[in-house]
């Protein structure tokens, strides 16, 4: 099993920037990709980034290239997203996942519990 903590949620105004951790922790020698996930209001889950273990590999959802990063630190097990210039519409409860496959086609199968990003001016 693999327990996944965000943090790092808030409220920031618009064009200003925060930075999500998701720490692993159980049996992370399984993961080998993590990425972050949001949900909006009414809306679907959706894939905002993703980067496999060595970190060769990121993908990032069309509306948010160029304005969040995502990055890992494999020894302390952490996935980071770091959200600048961010938008009325990155409001969103932003969920991290992780787990074997690395398509990022779908989600793997272990997710945290979520954080709340809020823009708002």
């Known amino acids: 099993q693999v327990q996944l903590v965000e943090s790092g949620g808030g409220l920031v105004q618009p064009g200003g920037s925060l930075r999500l951790s998701c720490a692993a922790s159980g049996f992370t020698s399984s993961i080998r990709a993590m990425s972050w996930y949001r949900q909006a209001p009414g809306k679907e889950r959706e894939l905002v980034a993703g980067i496999t273990r060595e970190g060769r590999t990121t993908t990032y959802a069309d509306s948010v290239k160029g304005r969040f990063t995502i990055s890992r630190d494999n020894a302390e097990n952490t996935v980071y997203l770091q959200m600048n210039s961010l938008k009325f519409e990155d409001t969103a409860v932003y969920y991290c996942?992780?787990?074997?496959?690395?398509?990022?086609?779908?989600?793997?199968?272990?997710w945290g519990q979520g954080t709340q990003v809020t823009v708002s001016s």
């Open positions: 996942n992780a787990g074997f496959t690395t398509s990022f086609v779908a989600p793997n199968q272990y």
